[in-house]
């Protein structure tokens, strides 16, 4: 059902070096437009900076995108994924530690690129996060095992603030193809989201 590119370690770690900081650096640029209070002629002198920048990388287009690649030995590189992409500078991004066969946590900084309600990260960011890490999990972190949301529940505790966000999913039963798992999302101050979902591993 998903395109995959096939690509070795090398290819990975060398395109991986090149675009990482690319990625970085626009998430900072956001981050400064977020937060900057300066006069006309500064504005004015950073969009066309950012704009001369944007037309160098346009000039050299890639003749195909390449959403996520895999290596001989199994790894699964997500290149543009909207919640781990190393090339979207809109991913935070999620990394997920696998703390065991059933279960993982992502810890991550989400700042003002992911409000909502002021102060807050806005409802439909908290879905994602609790998609990628439900799925996942549901992954088993593998590809060959690939598990796609079905059907996600969510229930709104309170809102969540910006800042250091925990997160944790676990697999609490699976039947046959389908895997039921539960998560949720704490900020400092405890539990803000919790979700329950039911993720169909792919026919191969
Ligand atoms: C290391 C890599 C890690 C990658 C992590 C990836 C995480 C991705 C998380 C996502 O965001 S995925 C994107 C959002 N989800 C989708 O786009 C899925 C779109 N839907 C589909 O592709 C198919 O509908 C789906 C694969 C979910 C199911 O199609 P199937 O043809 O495989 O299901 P089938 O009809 O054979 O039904 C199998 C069982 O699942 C049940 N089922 C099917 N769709 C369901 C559904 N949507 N919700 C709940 N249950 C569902 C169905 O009733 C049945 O139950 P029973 O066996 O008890 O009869």
């Known amino acids: 059902m998903w395109d995959f590119a096939e690509m070795s370690s090398d290819e990975v770690a060398s395109l991986r070096a090149r675009y990482e900081p690319l ?7 956001i981050d400064a437009a977020l937060h900057v209070d300066a006069d006309n002629q500064v504005v004015d002198q950073a969009k066309a900076q950012i704009d001369a920048a944007a037309e160098l990388l346009r000039a050299h287009p890639a003749s195909t995108r390449q959403g996520m690649a895999l290596t ?4 699964s590189i997500p290149w543009d994924n909207l919640g781990n992409g190393i090339r979207n500078p809109l991913a935070p991004p999620l990394v997920v530690e696998h703390t065991g066969p059933t279960s993982a946590r992502i810890d991550v900084e989400l700042g003002a690129a992911y409000e909502g ?5 806005h409802g439909g960011y908290c879905a994602l996060v609790l998609d ?3 799925g996942e999990v549901a992954s088993r972190g593998s590809i060959e095992t690939v598990a796609a949301t079905g059907t996600i ?8 603030k910006l800042g250091r966000l925990h997160v944790e999913a676990e697999i609490q039963r699976t039947e046959g193809r389908k895997i039921f798992i539960t998560g949720h999302i704490a900020d400092e101050d405890g539990t803000t989201v919790t979700a329950e979902g039911l993720f169909i591993v792919l026919r191969q």
């Open 23 to 29: 990625t970085q650096s626009i998430r900072e640029l």
């Open 72 to 75: 001989p030995e199994g790894e």
């Open 117 to 121: 309600p002021p102060g807050h990260v």
């Open 132 to 134: 990628q890490i439900l």
């Open 153 to 160: 529940s969510l229930r709104y505790l309170r809102p969540t």
